[in-house]
């Protein structure tokens, strides 16, 4: 099965991309036809285009047959998060809210990715304006799981999971606000990058949190994840956020950093609620990096356990404050049932929104609203405070840190209807975002039901040339991320 | 934020400007609760004289230079609106 071309790394289809060995066309049309054979299970696409696809794949082919080719990325179809925008396409972040709206500009990230020659293949199903953990808040049904189609792909960027591992796509991109790019990337078994804050532009990624908020890739194999930071990062003046770092090349700095590392262990990641097949797949990959001269050592991040409350405040906040912009007036779902504007406003939101939106705009309303301002949102800053400043101290001693991505593996479908359970889905991710590092989530082993597990590294602010190159000694002494789902 | 946490939902629904129905004030009103009673161990944590982080790397004062750039034609910009008319957006009548 993985010698089939939609199984491959975007590393392994350049090649055969630029020996002429295959045309984009060709593997263009072996995703869609994957897509089609699989998609009515999966339910991974909100909207596809393959005639636009297909266009893509040509002009890309006659670039590199007029000796143009852009790189490693001309001509590989990719697959994006329903939340970011492609000028012309469908916008929906899975929501009633924008069923119907259409992109009139593209994102920084679409822009870079039309620059690197990539094709463009479909907006990817999500949790409604990518809050939850398990793509099961889409207005637009859930997504399975390639592996068991009676679980949940992770969430929120769980089609972007599901149809990389189901072939659907060579590489997609997620955004990642609490652990919406690693939860699903270990849920579906592939690699999945939260890049450093402000590193990647989101100018034209549609705001949750804006302080959490960050855009990355999910692929194959840690080198596809370099070759695809490389084509995502750098300053985006449209971006205010952008951080000015400098852009080495990732995919050879994959060579030139053989380790050793040391290693931090979170004690605080290793408590209850922890799934023990998870866990022992995680001790297993301690040991290999112990066995590569790696040294690891034990280290507390004492704040830990207020992660997922701080989260909560600030993300609800931000979103409370962000979702106003959708008001039934200049664009979005407006009512025919209002009486007069302020009505307007409360019955074009009623309507368009999903549950979880509501109980977040509420809970994030509430928590800004006079009265309660400093008992709840400036003391959650403070605690974040604290909580980045964990990391940072861990960071004197160890060059990484290594936990579970996920507590459990993939869960059914229906499974956790309560917020709070569902919430605690994210407490091995959400202190990354608080704390603004990046993350990578590598697969480390399966369960006895054959579900995939995923491992964690952690890095220091702009690193990932270091953490790309620290998972990817990892991936070179396993071959979990070449097994694939009999779908 | 010692005492059991009231959420007044009608209050807050308000200022949200979201009209919930009678089964979703119910469902919120527990969800939240559970959610907020979570919510109040933050109050253990010795916050003094901690500042507080906004953006985990603040970048300030950024300045873009003030020149003119092509935006998007009208009928972009209003491709998306409800209800339009004349290059306007068309709404309810706001002052009687």
Same mark, same amino acid.
């Given at each position: 099965?993985?010698? +089939?071309?939609?199984f ?30 699989? +998609?009515?299970?999966l339910?991974a696409?909100?909207?596809?285009? +393959? ?94 799981n390639p592996w ?5 792909p ?7 999971a599901a149809a990389l591992a189901a072939g659907a796509a ?14 699903p990337a270990?849920l579906c078994g592939v ?27 999910l692929?194959r ?231 995939p ?31 694939t789902p009999?779908l | 934020?010692?005492?059991? =946490? ?63 750039? =092509? ?10 609106? =409800? ?8 709404? =309810?009548?706001?002052?009687?």
């Amino acid at each position: 099965m993985a010698d +089939e071309l939609f199984f491959k790394s975007i590393a392994e289809l350049g090649d055969l991309l630029a020996a002429r060995t295959v045309s984009a066309t060709e593997l263009t049309r072996a995703v869609l036809a994957r897509t089609q054979a699989v +998609e009515g299970r999966l339910h991974a696409f909100n909207s596809r285009d +393959e005639a636009e696809a297909l266009a893509q794949a040509g002009a890309s082919d006659a670039r590199r047959a007029a000796g143009q080719a852009r790189g490693p990325l001309d001509g590989i179809p990719v697959g994006l998060k329903d939340v970011i925008a492609v000028a012309g396409q469908p916008l929906t972040a899975s929501s009633r809210m924008l069923a119907n709206f259409v992109s009139p500009y593209d994102a920084t990230v679409t822009a870079r990715l039309k620059a690197a020659g990539a094709v463009f293949w479909g907006r990817l199903n999500c949790d409604e304006f990518a809050m939850g953990s398990s793509t099961e808040n889409s207005a637009f049904g859930p997504t399975s799981n390639p592996w068991d189609l009676t679980r949940v792909p992770g969430g929120s960027s769980g089609g972007s999971a599901a149809a990389l591992a189901a072939g659907a796509a060579i590489a997609t991109l997620g955004s990642d606000t609490g652990g919406s790019i690693r939860q699903p990337a270990a849920l579906c078994g592939v690699v999945g990058l939260k890049p450093t804050y402000g590193l990647v532009s989101r100018y034209g990624l549609v705001a949750f949190a804006s302080s959490l908020d960050q855009i990355g890739p999910l692929t194959r194999t840690v080198e596809d994840a370099a070759i695809m930071l490389g084509a995502l990062a750098g300053h985006d003046p449209l971006d205010s956020t952008s951080f000015p770092a400098d852009i080495p090349d990732y995919r050879a700095e994959l060579k030139r950093r053989p380790g050793p590392w040391r290693l931090g262990i979170p004690k605080e990641y290793f408590g209850a609620g922890l799934d023990p097949e998870v866990q022992a797949a995680v001790e297993r990959a301690m040991d290999f990096y112990r066995a590569q001269g790696c040294t690891l050592q034990e280290v507390s991040l004492p704040h830990t356990q207020y992660c997922l409350d701080t989260y909560y405040i600030i993300a609800t906040a931000e979103a409370s404050s962000n979702l106003a912009r959708y008001d039934g007036v200049r664009y979005g779902h407006r009512s025919t049932a209002a009486k007069d504007a302020v009505d307007l406003y409360r019955q074009s939101r009623a309507e368009g929104f999903g549950a979880e939106v509501k109980r977040r705009i509420i809970l994030g309303t509430y928590v800004l609203s006079s009265g309660y301002y400093d008992a709840y949102y400036l003391r959650a800053q403070k605690v974040r405070t604290l909580i980045r400043q964990d990391f940072l101290n861990a960071y004197r001693e160890v060059d990484a840190l290594l936990t579970p991505t996920s507590p459990v593996p993939a869960f059914k479908l229906g499974e956790k209807s309560d917020p709070l359970a569902l919430y605690l889905c994210d407490i091995y991710t959400i202190g990354v975002n608080l704390a603004g590092l990046p993350a990578v989530s590598v697969p480390c082993g399966f369960t006895a039901g054959g579900l995939p597990i995923g491992l964690q590294l952690i890095g220091r602010p702009f690193d990932e040339a270091n953490l790309l190159a620290l998972a990817g000694a990892y991936e070179r002494g396993h071959d979990w991320h070449r097994r694939t789902p009999s779908l | 934020m010692s005492s059991a =946490p009231h959420l007044d939902l009608d209050h807050v629904a308000k200022l949200a400007r979201l009209a919930l129905t009678a089964a979703e004030q119910a469902e919120f009103s527990r969800q939240l609760g559970e959610v907020l009673h979570h919510i109040e161990q933050l109050a253990k944590v010795d916050v003094t004289g901690v500042e507080p982080t906004a953006h985990a790397f603040p970048v300030v004062n950024v300045w873009g230079e003030d020149v003119a750039r =092509p935006g998007l034609p009208v009928e972009a910009a209003l491709r998306n609106a =409800p209800a339009q008319r004349d290059h306007l957006i068309v709404v =309810p009548k706001v002052v009687e």
